[in-house]
C-alpha cells in the first residue's frame, strides 16, 4: 500500500518492545510488559483496520516484531533507523505521508487497548476540512492520545508531558482552530495504560481482544 491515491492514513510510533513500558517494572515482570505492548498494540491495529474512514494504517518502528504485526493485518511498517523517541518517529512519519500526497496523518500510541473503529471514523468525520487539526486529550487531560492533522506536516509534534496543552498552542500560533475533543466522547482513546493501577483496572474490555485474553490469563506477574 502508498499514500499516493490521498485520504488519510493512521501511524502508531512503536518503542522497540523491550524497552516499553517502564513504569510497570515495579508491579510486572519483563515478560509480562512486552506482552501486554504487544497485545495492546495488536487491539490498536485491529481498530485500524476495521475503521472505514482511513486510507490505511502504519507503524514507524525499529522492532522487526511490531513491524511484521502491522504487516500481518494488511498495514505498513516505516523502518526507523534508530530509536530517537516519539516526536521524531511522529515527524518523520509526517514527512513520509505527506510526500506520498496524504491528505491527513493521524498520530496515535500503541496503548490504547480500548480504542475503537468507531471512535476513529468519528474522529475522522468530525475532522475540518483543509489545513485542520483534531485533538483528543488523555484521561487526566495532559497528554495527547490523538492527534490528526491535514496535511500531514500542518504543525509539529510536542508529545509527552503536558502535550494537550502544548498542541493547542502550537496549532494556534500557525493560525489553524484546532478541534478539541473531551476524552469522555472517546473514552477509548482516552484510556492509554502507563501505570500499574491503570493495568488492573483494564476489566471491561471486549472479551476477545488481545489484551483482555492476556490478562485473563493471568501472567501478570
Do not use: Y
Not at 466522547?185 to 471491561?204: H, K, Q, S
Amino acid at each position: 500500500m502508498n499514500a499516493k491515491t490521498g485520504g488519510i492514513w493512521a501511524v502508531v510510533p512503536v518503542k522497540p518492545f523491550g524497552l516499553a513500558k517502564q513504569r510497570l517494572a515495579s508491579a510486572f515482570t519483563p515478560i509480562f510488559r512486552q506482552e501486554l505492548v504487544r497485545a495492546m498494540l495488536c487491539d490498536v491495529l485491529a481498530a485500524l483496520r476495521e475503521a472505514r474512514g482511513l486510507a490505511g494504517f502504519a507503524v514507524i518502528t525499529a522492532d522487526p516484531q511490531a513491524g511484521r504485526l502491522a504487516r500481518d493485518r494488511g498495514g505498513r511498517w516505516l523502518i526507523e533507523s534508530e530509536v530517537r523517541g516519539l516526536n521524531p518517529a511522529a515527524s518523520e512519519a509526517a514527512a513520509r505521508f505527506g510526500a506520498e500526497g496524504a491528505a491527513g496523518l493521524l498520530v496515535l500510541p500503541g496503548d490504547l487497548p480500548a480504542v475503537t473503529a468507531g471512535e476513529i471514523d468519528a474522529l475522522i468525520s468530525s475532522h475540518g476540512s483543509g489545513r485542520a487539526a483534531s485533538l483528543i486529550a488523555s484521561q487526566d487531560g495532559d497528554g495527547t492520545n490523538a492527534l490528526l492533522l491535514s496535511p500531514p506536516q500542518a504543525m509539529g509534534f510536542a508529545f509527552g508531558p503536558g502535550s494537550f496543552a502544548r498542541h493547542q498552542a502550537g496549532a494556534e500560533a500557525l493560525g489553524i482552530v484546532p478541534q478539541v475533543h473531551e476524552s469522555a466522547r472517546f473514552p477509548g482513546f482516552a484510556r492509554d495504560i502507563d501505570t500499574p493501577d491503570e493495568v488492573r483496572r483494564l476489566t471491561d474490555l471486549r472479551p476477545g481482544s488481545h489484551t483482555a485474553r492476556l490478562l485473563a490469563s493471568g501472567h501478570c506477574s
